[in-house]
């Protein structure tokens, strides 16, 4: 309903087919009214308008995108989702190919139209992995082109600098297969200049202001702007615009379409060559002969270029300064003036480019290209520059003015097609519809023999002297009698005095108006000539990337054909477009811009209405109503209107075309007014659409009257109805609550008296029960007094014998059952270090309390171990056997108690120095510890590496980490320690055993009790057999030479870190220890 209300609101029509009248002035008064209340899209038939309104509007929410999705095309107010939904659904439900083209000028929003297009497909497409990749990789390719062909201009922030046609493919469900990307004059002059105030493509500070520092450093680049004459040496900063993000954006992007690191880097490299190339100075100077020549001014940004691609240095100065001219046999280099040598050098960045541009649509298109083989259907999207018209127009406006002649010649045809197919369709006769044909300017321009393009290539083709101004007499004899072509001369020849239309100029009559372009340039522009010397240099280099680029350099493919021109490859290309765009269903999306200062909501009326005139809306609005201005399914007229007619409303039963001609004939609108299709109703005039909405309103005003009094009358009711109900539900709990009342009342009553009366009876059986039981007691007392009387009669002479010892076994029952009882409440803590026990109260129990006070210490030792875990039990067995071996034996051990036993004190594993040691133990690692080994010959130490295992004993180098030497634990015979609190041992070895060459060994350790005892464990373990110690003083020892006597001696000269030894003689050491 707020839909076609929207549509057929007078003020702000919705559709501007309706409009009555039809005038400029009522189409842009619409235009404006609905820019005012925020409707910035309106319709012309299936056509969409979109007036960009500079600010963000909520209308592109998720909640939008369902709105719209599968809805009826003027069913919902005019929207780009509307027409994004109506291209889908007819792609996939009726398999025909559709195109949306996006037409505008620059700052219109066309860029972001393409954008929001995308997205909705995206967005009602169906969910999947594979499907969300391809649509992921679909959308991520804007950021990377926008970056690479978008620029600041003074019109648009975000201006795309080249066309954009992408086909995206669909297979038979319309889930997205891919796409390919076409891509059409890319305005590479605006790399070498372009004005103040506007910037160079977004790629250039987007990798200034995000590359790292790293990265800025390989690339060989500087952050500042004004450092390169390339961006105008002026500050690169854009107010909304963060550079840096958008630069990670588009890295992301590229990542996730599928460029690998390597491509990214070389892409950054030849971007960076552009740069840097405008920094490249030239001098001039003069040869002997008087030629001018030039040389580089400076040949440190030579160097740096170079370096990028993998070139010599000499290499590109020559091509930069000199050019190699072949003629016939011969091959003659010339030097270049610095004039030339400039424009070679900006020809070089212009190419290189625009080359890496094609590259990087084409290395797009192989990640999102469709797999060849599947079936598919295509949806096209183009997004291509707009009419313009400036002040001064050159080459590129008039190629950019062509190509929009041929939208606008497919556009009216398409129209024209689509409208004569609907009345064929529905039955109506097809009235033949006034209109501006376009195609003579197109031929003018694009004739193969005579048009514009075709001189232009023929001058730039003719040797001797080419320039403009022969190319414009050209042109003045060929088209001097064309209605749509003057120049300066045909004017004169006609008596027309223009000041406006200079000498070098000439002036086409477009669809949208007179553009006067300048020829100047048109011949450099459309030759786009590269010396051949600089694309042989660039072969030369041994970047892949840059390479590739110029093939055309490879000397052994040298042609002396001229490459084709700027205007016959534009020709082909738009050619080719317009093939594509005939065999599809176009879908047209109209962008205006409302003013040129950017802001939000502002409308300037005589812009819009110039380009209201050159984008045609008047001429496409006078197509679409010729004949019948309005058409509507009979289903949806009917359930709008059914209303206005007796017979048709509330219901009808018939066909809807018969709904439709019953309403219409009740309603007596002239006939001429009317005509009825297969499918559709037609209307013909606006006027009888808006009487008809017209009566709709007032008839809903009176149905709205009716509903409310039947409303209002039935809530009375109802309101009525639930008073008397509720009266009667409360009237019904009153009486119900005061009869509950008197019953309880009763019934406490009764409850009463039947308690006193039952309280009454109970104390009367309890006398008699008490009465009773005491006559049962007193006979039973009397019985048992008899009882027991004759029983001592009886026995009385034998309970004198041995009365004292039952007495006696009694009492002491009755003493050691009250002694376990109280034990039992007043045991001592379950903790093994808790040794009290509470005392025995009677002395005859002492020896028994002693015992219990065993049994319950061992018990708690024996809960204690089995709860020890593995780890913790196996150091306290390692404790237990030192206090075997050393209590009360060797004063050192009492200070080893409080030390844990860790065993690994090196920290093999952590440190890879010791890796090959701990690959040397094989077996199981024991300990392993610093020690210091005795010099037999002089008693000094050096140190080592012990390592312990369950099989050897293992004495290594600590700074290299190399064994010295390998014991099997079966050569030890015994250990000698002293009783002092030194470290020192002696290993005695069997002289059998393949270490005792040099006799036993002398260590001093800083872990003796730990390293003696765990040495006694693993002998035990190995071979069943005890370690002999010997704690003593004095002791021998079997060194090479001999048997050695070792004394111990107590003083006060032994040092700080340990036993000091000294050699007495060949067979005597004595050992200092503290």
């Known amino acids: 309903m707020e839909a076609t209300n929207s549509l057929l609101d007078t003020a702000a029509i919705g559709d501007l087919v309706l409009l009555d009248p039809l005038t400029e002035d009522s189409l842009l008064r619409t235009l404006r009214e609905r820019f005012r209340r925020e409707d910035i899209y309106t319709y012309i038939g299936n056509v969409l308008i979109s007036v960009n309104p500079y600010q963000p509007l909520p209308i592109y929410t998720p909640e939008k995108v369902q709105e719209y999705h599968n809805c009826n095309f003027f069913a919902v107010k005019p929207h780009i989702y509307a027409i994004a939904d109506d291209a889908y659904r007819s792609l996939r439900d009726q398999d025909r190919d559709q195109c949306i083209l996006i037409t505008g000028e620059s700052g219109a929003g066309k860029t972001e139209a393409s954008k929001l297009v995308m997205s ?50 669909f297979d038979f469900k319309g889930e997205p297969l891919g796409g390919v990307i076409s891509n059409y004059l890319l305005e590479k002059s605006r790399i070498v200049r372009h004005v103040k105030g506007e910037r160079n493509f977004h ?23 004004q450092h390169y004459v390339y961006l105008n040496r002026e500050s690169c900063s854009l107010p909304g615009v963060d550079d840096a993000a958008n630069f990670h954006t588009m890295q992301d992007a590229m990542r996730i379409i599928g460029f690998s690191p390597a491509e990214v880097t070389a892409l950054l490299e030849v971007t960076a060559v552009v740069l840097k190339l405008g920094n490249v100075q030239l001098s001039s100077s003069y040869q002997a002969s008087g030629m001018e020549a030039c040389s580089i001014a400076e040949p440190q940004e030579l160097q740096e270029i170079c370096e990028l691609i993998g070139l010599d240095p000499g290499t590109l100065e020559q091509a930069l300064c000199s050019r190699t001219v072949k003629a016939r046999d011969e091959t003659v280099l010339t030097t270049l003036s610095a004039p030339q040598g400039y424009y070679g050098r900006d020809a070089l960045a212009k190419n290189i480019y625009s080359r890496l541009f094609d590259w990087l649509v084409t290395r797009i298109n192989t990640s999102i290209q469709v797999k060849p083989g599947k079936q598919r259907k295509v949806m096209g999207v ?95 004899l060929l088209f001097a009698s064309h209605k749509h072509y003057e120049s300066k001369e045909t004017q004169n020849a006609r008596h027309v005095m223009d000041s406006s239309l200079l000498p070098q100029c000439f002036r086409i009559h477009h669809y949208a108006g007179k553009v006067t372009y300048n020829v100047t340039g048109f011949i450099e522009k459309n030759n786009d000539l590269l010396f051949r010397d600089l694309s042989q240099a660039m072969w030369a280099a041994r970047h892949p990337l840059l390479r590739s680029l110029f093939p055309e350099g490879d000397p052994q493919k040298v042609s002396l054909k001229l490459p084709p021109t700027a205007g016959f490859q534009f020709k082909a290309s738009v050619a080719m477009l317009m093939k594509n765009l005939y065999s599809k269903n176009p879908n047209y999306i109209r962008c205006i811009k409302p003013n040129e200062t950017k802001a939000a909501m502002l409308f300037t009326p005589e812009l819009v209405l110039a380009q209201v005139r050159y984008l045609g809306l008047m001429e496409n609005v006078r197509v679409r109503r010729a004949g019948y201005a309005f058409r509507q399914l009979y289903g949806s007229f009917l359930e709008r209107y059914k209303m206005l007619g007796s017979q048709t409303w509330p219901r009808w039963t018939g066909s809807d075309r018969a709904g439709a001609e019953a309403l219409l004939a009740e309603l007596a609108f002239p006939p001429e007014e009317l005509a009825f299709g297969h499918t559709k109703i037609f209307i013909r005039s606006p006027h009888t659409l808006f009487d ?85 007691a007193a006979a039973a007392t009397i019985a048992a007094y008899w009882k027991g009387y004759q029983v001592r009669r009886v026995y009385r002479r034998y309970f004198r014998s041995d009365a004292s010892t039952r007495l006696a076994n009694f009492i002491y029952r009755r003493l050691v059952q009250k002694f376990l009882m109280g034990l039992s409440r007043n045991l001592p803590p379950l903790s093994v270090m808790d040794r009290t026990w509470p005392p025995a109260s009677y002395k005859f129990l002492a020896n028994a309390n002693e015992e219990l006070r065993n049994i319950f210490y061992h018990w708690k030792c024996k809960k204690y171990r089995e709860e020890l875990p593995p780890q913790r039990k196996a150091l306290l067995q390692t404790k237990l056997c030192a206090s075997e071996l050393f209590k009360d034996k060797k004063t050192l051990y009492p200070k080893s108690l409080q030390q844990p036993f860790r065993g690994e004190y090196l920290g093999l594993t952590q440190n890879p120095k010791y890796q090959k040691l701990h690959a040397v133990a094989k ?103 005890a370690l002999p110690l010997h704690i003593t003083d004095q002791f021998s020892t079997r060194f090479q030479k001999g048997d050695v006597a070792i004394t111990v001696v107590e003083s006060d000269k032994a040092g700080t870190n340990g036993p000091v030894c000294k050699k007495r003689g060949n067979h005597r050491m004595e050992v200092l220890v503290h």
């Open 923 to 1025: 077996d199981k690692l024991v300990m392993a510890d610093n020690v210091r080994k005795v010099n037999r010959a002089n008693g000094k130490t050096v140190p080592r590496l012990l390592l312990l295992t369950t099989e050897h004993f293992v004495l290594a180098d600590p700074k290299a980490a190399q064994p010295k030497t390998v014991l099997s634990l079966g050569d030890i015979r015994s250990v000698s320690v002293t009783r002092f609190s030194d470290g020192f041992l002696v290993l005695h070895l069997k002289e059998t055993s393949t270490g005792a060459a040099k006799g036993d060994f002398l260590l001093v350790s800083d872990h003796l009790i730990e390293l003696v005892t765990r040495l006694h464990q693993t002998l035990m373990d190995a071979t069943a057999q």
């Open 382 to 476: 183009l997004d291509i520059y707009g009419f313009e018209i400036f002040q001064d127009n050159g080459f590129e406006q008039f190629i950019i003015n062509y190509c929009n002649e041929k939208l606008q010649q497919i556009f009216i045809l398409m129209t024209l097609k689509e409208e004569q197919e609907e009345y064929v369709r529905e039955g109506i006769q097809w009235t033949p519809v006034e209109f501006f044909d376009n195609s003579i300017i197109c031929n003018l321009i694009e004739n193969g023999k005579n048009g514009i393009l075709a001189m232009l290539d023929e001058e730039c083709l003719r040797p001797g002297v080419v320039n403009e101004d022969t190319f414009l007499t050209k042109l003045n």
């Open 203 to 225: 790629i250039f500070y987007q990798l200034l202001a995000g590359g790292s520092v790293h990265l800025l450093q390989q690339l060989k680049l500087q952050q500042d702007c």
């Open 692 to 776: 008809l909405e017209r009566r709709r309103q007032e008839r809903v005003v009176q149905l709205a009257t009716l509903i409310q009094k039947m409303i209002r009358g039935w809530r009375c009711r109802t309101q009525y109805q639930l008073m008397r109900k509720s009266q009667i539900i409360l009237s019904a709990w009153f009486r119900g609550h005061a009869q509950k009342n008197k019953y309880k009342q009763m019934k406490r009553s009764a409850l009463m008296i039947q308690a006193y009366v039952r309280g009454w009876k109970s104390r009367r059986l309890l006398r008699e029960l008490k009465l009773q039981q005491h006559r049962h």
């Open 120 to 169: 909705y497909v995206a967005a009602v497409c169906s969910k999947g992995e594979e499907v969300d990749k391809v649509k992921e990789q679909l959308l991520q390719s804007n950021p990377v082109l926008e970056a690479f062909g978008n620029a600041k201009t003074i019109r648009n922030d975000n201006s795309s600098r080249f066309g954009k046609y992408m086909d995206v493919e």
